[in-house]
T-cell receptor, first 110, second 113 residues
Framework: QKEVEQNSGPLSVPEGAIASLNCTYS??????FFWYRQYSGKSPELIMF????GDKEDGRFTAQLNKASQYVSLLIRDSQPSDSATYLC??????????FGKGTRLSVIA | DVKVTQSSRYLVKRTGEKVFLECVQD?????MFWYRQDPGLGLRLIYF???????EKGDIPEGYSVSREKKERFSLILESASTNQTSMYLC????????????FGSGTRLTVV
């Protein structure tokens, strides 16, 4: 069974701080990794993807991948109250649909 | 603006009814998916399709069927709705290839009474 694990939270950070969201996965052959943001009552929205070891930056967001440790993370710099949402980690094992974690709820306190 | 459109935002149906949930994408995506999302259970895959007239069972296909007669349209069918199928239903689509993420529709919140 391919699994993606996330801490459910809530993760509370003060406005302006760095929020660090973590995800581990069980399938060592996984090839690509995605982060989705989901506001309450809305559908998931893709914000980042990464497929090579290391860091990938896009604005205030940085995705980090360590395939040896089967670990992927999302850093949000200068966190804003509008970043408060549930963040879903998704993993592509290869020839099958994405496997989603259950998400981490982030709360940014003004 | 590219889109995945789900026909209804809210739907209330009676137990035993046959329910159709429609999903249309305008991005010429090959792959389409149906998920349900429940508190504490996350996204659970019901059915998916990688091509027209092709369908594959996901993790929880029982009580559901699908139809994909055209590339842009993927329908989810609840053969005989039950109260435990009350949920948020999300349709998604993607291009082929492992580096392509999914684009989700806005969801249909189905209540079965």
């Amino acid at each position: 069974q391919k699994e993606v694990e996330q801490n459910s939270g809530p993760l509370s950070v003060p406005e302006g701080a760095i929020a660090s969201l973590n995800c581990t996965y069980s399938d060592r052959g996984s090839q690509s990794f995605f982060w989705y943001r989901q506001y309450s009552g809305k559908s998931p929205e893709l914000i980042m993807f990464i497929y090579s070891n290391g860091d990938k930056e896009d604005g205030r967001f940085t995705a980090q991948l360590n395939k040896a440790s089967q670990y992927v993370s999302l850093l949000i710099r200068d966190s804003q109250p509008s970043d408060s949402a549930t963040y879903l980690c998704a993993v592509n094992p290869g020839n099958t649909p994405l496997v989603f974690g259950k998400g981490t709820r982030l709360s940014v306190i003004a | 603006d590219v889109k995945v459109t789900q026909s209804s935002r809210y739907l209330v149906k009676r137990t035993g009814e046959k329910v159709f949930l429609e999903c249309v994408q305008d991005m010429d995506h090959e792959n389409m998916f149906w998920y349900r999302q429940d508190p504490g259970l996350g996204l659970r895959l019901i059915y998916f399709s990688y091509d027209v007239k092709m369908k594959e069972k996901g993790d929880i296909p029982e009580g559901y069927s699908v139809s994909r007669e055209k590339k842009e349209r993927f329908s989810l069918i609840l053969e005989s709705a039950s109260t435990n199928q009350t949920s948020m239903y999300l349709c998604a689509s993607s291009l082929q290839g492992v580096n392509n993420g999914y684009t989700f529709g806005s969801g249909t919140r189905l209540t079965v009474v």
